[in-house]
């Protein structure tokens, strides 16, 4: 008898792969927002990456410590989801019907 997840097995890999760059490509997006809007009106279109640029070299604050803490807990964010994404397709895979 054919397995109804067969073909879902087989593309698992790929599915996996597909999330995963999708996801880190939505959360690098700054581009687009920055020529369009450079944040909107009333930081309507404000993402994380152009609050780090505003902050580090637009404000006439000076201040890189804290847009650089921003940074680095944005990546340890986006690497705890993509790790977990990754264990959780891992694990279905080990599992027996």
Request: glycine share 6%; hydrophobic share 50%.
């Amino acid at each position: 008898m054919l397995n109804p997840d067969g073909p879902l097995n087989a593309l698992r890999p790929t599915l996996l792969n597909l999330l995963i760059l999708s996801f880190i490509g939505k959360m690098k997006v700054f581009d687009l927002v920055w020529i369009m809007t450079k944040g909107g009106p009333l930081w309507s279109t404000e993402t994380v990456s152009t609050y780090v640029y505003k902050r580090a070299f637009e404000w006439s604050t000076f201040d890189l410590g804290y847009p650089s803490a921003v940074a680095a807990v944005w990546f340890i964010v986006v690497l705890v989801f993509v790790l977990g994404l990754t264990w959780l397709f891992h694990q279905r895979e080990r599992l027996e019907y």
